[in-house]
């Protein structure tokens, strides 16, 4: 799934040493096993690797023995930032926690489930309600036990249905109501007989504060001594004792409601992620033996047949059986025209069949689709989080318990020092204390980067969490990989000229013969253009990839090469074929030339057209102020024919080593984006600040960039920046929200001019706002 969070820019100079074990393979599977080194923006899509890792964070409990290898060794370099990566101990457990309101909850599950002594690594993932714990022995029962304690419901997860259950609205609703009936009666009460009217209040209060000081105990057992819940409670009960009846009551109606605000605000926040879930159906129908079989889709394996009804969503990543089928890819890449699919190509999970029945053969293993690799991004983004957020958070600890300080500060020296009135300044030490509830705070960052994230996920754009997000909207500059990247990826030959002597149809098959099998682009172009033309390739032996020159391989005890023509030795070429090499290039051609034996065969032309939403996107880049700048391995009159048109910098005749120095370089300067189109790219995305990987669903490289396009659609790169420094204001915005109604009544409350009930008022009024806010990133309209 999608990986590490970016180092900063400090560290990029050392990304690749650092990590040298991995991305030197990556480096030299591109310089070392490439075909092509005549255009040196090779396109080998490499299988994508069997994500053994990730098997180790589903299911209810895994082994080590089975696991836990691949856990430290496939996805060391790609997860390292993640504390959920690798197994800690023999075995990991899961459960689904429910009544999380805001991410102070997690901690609070936490800090319980860390007391047990057994417990080696504790996660709670609060966007899908996730509790991870790593464990050499099985202690299911006493994490149960201790998150039950701590206040919260628990159920182990179960693997046959990823949907959460559902919410029971009156069990939401019915404590509030009845409180609000109560405080009604009191009221009525109280205005026909003032001292019962308070019993009355005094019972409300204790009725409404049985649950929360419950509780609040809890979470001081557990761990957690300064929660939201022992504040109400040491203020509601001190009310009580100034005679405050009417406004204890009100305090705990009204932390009551807050709770439901926020319990909404989680809600709306994890409505994507359940979106996701449910475009995976539980069952399929198997076709085994000629026969049809409902069977749950957990139980489906690579290789299966599948039949899915038109109208019907993908269980499973599916390779196409049938001769084409139209797919609604809409949930996945944005795309709302369905996607017309040919026979042996792949489809990701969650598709829907639009028109017809379609047979299908399994490709993913349970629990490792597509829906399920975005998911995992979701809960690894959480561990990924915003500079800015880790400082909230950092600062949250800190702020409850000097607030309680000052409250007690607040209480005791007006009375002591000044003859203040003990009644009085009790009070407003108490309204303080409901000031020092960080929850608007505390939610205030993650409510803003999990709606965007939600929001970028709807647009077929995949980021790595707040981390990933942050470097975004800092980004001044983006490298971009020319071949499939700026242009479409798909070159045709355009001219085929031949020695004397020599038909074109015979340089063909020559040039055919060493590049066969391979999925080079230049390399398709020209199989493509001899099949086209009726020759027959006979497949050359001994095929080889020369790093830095070219493809070379022996045909009939013949030595054939195809290289680009300025990587061979300096007398190969006469001066009038220079000249013809040079003429190609400056109508932004790439030329190869074929060589038997030392001997020039001929030259074959080809050209790339650009993609037709490539000067859009760089319009829309300049208006936001960054530069665009293409690195490629074609020749450098090519490369300034397809710059030039687009009105940007390049930098051609590069090796996948020189992307790195150039993309190193860059960043030095200003921050850097590198776009590329797959694994090669890999070391490259590692240099830049942030990396982002162009590709189509299930064989897009996510396993090296923290951003990726899935729907191949360059404008979704405006559109993330536009989006990173969109969320980044509205955070702003959120903090001044919460800290600002704090500072406000701070003073009104010290003043007197604002009470309890109005204190808590203020901070469920500021969770509310700072949710509603954040929430309107999920509208965001794309930049025009």
Same mark, same amino acid.
């Given at each position: ?9 400090? $560290? ?7 990590? %040298? ?5 990556? @480096? ?10 005549? $255009? ?52 990991? /457990? ?48 006493? #994490? ?81 001594? +300064? ?13 009580? /004792? ?12 009204? /932390? ?67 001769? +084409?089928?139209? +797919? ?17 190509? %792949? ?43 880790? +400082?909230?958070?950092? /600062? ?107 038909? @074109?149809?015979? =340089?063909?098959? =020559?040039?055919?013969? #060493?590049? $066969? ?111 665009? *700048? ?55 995305? %590692? ?8 590709? $189509?669903?299930?064989? *897009? ?5 923290? @951003? ?75 930049? %025009?």
């Amino acid at each position: 799934m999608l990986s590490t969070t970016k180092k900063h820019k400090q $560290s990029q100079h050392n990304s690749l040493s650092l990590q %040298k074990d991995e991305h030197q393979n990556i @480096a030299n599977n591109v310089s070392g096993h490439s075909h092509h080194d005549h $255009s040196h923006e090779h396109l080998h899509h490499s299988p994508t690797p069997n994500h053994n890792s990730s098997s180790c964070s589903t299911g209810a409990v895994h082994s080590h023995e089975h696991n836990g290898a691949h856990c430290s060794n496939d996805h060391a370099h790609t997860m390292q930032d993640n504390a959920l990566a690798e197994l800690t101990a023999r075995q990991r /457990f899961n459960w689904t926690i429910q009544g999380m309101d805001c991410p102070s909850c997690a901690g609070k599950i936490e800090n319980a489930v860390k007391k047990l002594s057994e417990v080696r690594q504790v996660k709670v993932l609060f966007t899908t309600e996730k509790l991870v714990v790593d464990a050499d022995i099985d202690i299911r029962a006493a #994490v149960e036990q201790a998150v039950k304690q701590a206040g919260f419901a628990i159920k182990e997860a179960n693997s046959a249905s990823k949907l959460p259950p559902a919410v029971s609205h009156w069990k939401t609703f019915s404590p509030i109501l009845i409180l609000a009936a109560l405080m009604f009666v009191s009221w009525g009460i109280s205005k026909a007989n003032a001292p019962v009217g308070q019993i009355a209040f005094i019972i409300t209060t204790l009725i409404g504060l049985y649950p929360v000081a419950t509780k609040a105990v809890k979470l001081i057992r557990s761990g957690t001594p +300064f929660a939201i819940e022992t504040l109400m409670s040491v203020a509601a009960i001190g009310a009580l /004792f100034i005679d405050a009846t009417a406004e204890a009551a009100m305090v705990i109606l009204l /932390f009551k409601l807050g709770e439901i605000l926020e319990s909404y605000a989680a809600g709306r926040a994890r409505r994507g992620v359940s979106a996701l879930m449910a475009l995976v159906p539980e069952q399929a129908l198997l076709i085994k033996d000629g026969k049809k079989k409902t069977v749950p889709a957990a139980d489906l394996r690579p290789g299966d047949i599948i039949e899915i009804a038109p109208g019907a969503r993908l269980p499973t990543d599916a390779e196409l059986l049938s001769p +084409f089928a139209s +797919f609604d890819e809409s949930a996945l890449t944005g795309e709302s025209v369905p996607v017309e699919r040919q026979q042996g190509e %792949k489809v990701a999970a969650g598709c829907l069949s639009v028109d017809s029945a379609v047979q299908m053969k399994v490709i993913s293993e349970p629990g490792h689709n597509a829906i399920d690799r975005i998911l995992q991004l979701i809960e690894e983004a959480e561990e990924r989080r915003a500079p800015i957020e880790r +400082f909230i958070d950092r /600062f949250s600890r800190v702020y409850t318990p000097l607030i309680i300080l000052f409250s007690a500060l607040v209480v005791v020296i007006p009375p002591l020092f000044f003859a203040g009135s003990w009644e009085t300044w009790i009070y407003r030490g108490l309204t303080l204390l409901l000031i020092g509830c960080p929850c608007a705070l505390v939610i205030s960052t993650p409510a803003a980067i999990t709606s965007a994230l939600a929001a970028a996920t709807r647009r077929g754009s995949l980021i790595k969490g707040g981390a990933a997000l942050e470097q975004l909207g800092s980004v001044r500059t983006i490298a971009l990989d020319k071949t499939g990247t700026l242009t479409e990826g798909k070159p045709q030959v355009t001219e085929i000229e031949p020695v004397e002597n020599i038909s @074109a149809e015979t =340089l063909l098959a =020559l040039a055919g013969a #060493v590049e $066969s099998g391979s999925h080079h682009p230049l390399a398709k172009a020209i199989l493509n253009a001899a099949e086209n033309s009726g020759v027959a390739i006979v497949e050359a032996e001994q095929r080889k990839a020369l790093a830095g020159i070219g493809v070379e391989g022996q045909l009939s005890g013949q030595k054939i090469l195809v290289a680009a023509p300025g990587r061979l030795p300096e007398n190969t070429l006469s001066e009038q074929w220079k000249q013809r090499v040079t003429e190609l290039e400056d109508d932004g051609k790439t030329a190869v030339a074929v060589i038997q034996n030392g001997q020039l065969m001929g030259l074959i032309a080809m050209q790339d057209t650009l993609r037709q939403d490539a000067i859009e996107t760089i319009r829309i880049l300049k208006k936001q102020g960054v530069d665009a *700048v293409m690195l490629t391995g074609d020749n450098p009159r090519a490369a300034a024919a397809i710059a030039n048109r687009l009105g940007i910098d390049y930098r051609a005749g590069l090796l996948p080593e020189d992307k790195v120095k150039a993309v190193i370089e860059l960043n030095q300067k200003h921050r850097t984006m590198m776009v590329g189109d797959g694994i090669n790219d890999a070391p490259a995305m %590692k240099a830049a600040t942030i990396g982002v990987a162009m590709g $189509s669903g299930t064989d *897009v490289a996510l396993e090296t960039a923290d @951003a990726a396009l899935t729907h191949n659609r360059l404008t979704g790169l405006p559109e993330i920046i536009a989006l990173s420094r969109t969320t980044h204001y509205n955070i702003r915005q959120n903090i001044t929200i919460a800290l600002g109604l704090k500072a406000i009544f701070l003073i009104t409350s010290l003043l007197g001019i604002t009470g309890l009930w109005m204190a808590v008022l203020a901070d469920s009024g500021a969770t509310a706002l700072v949710t509603a806010n954040a929430v309107r990133l999920l509208r965001s309209k794309p930049q %025009k």
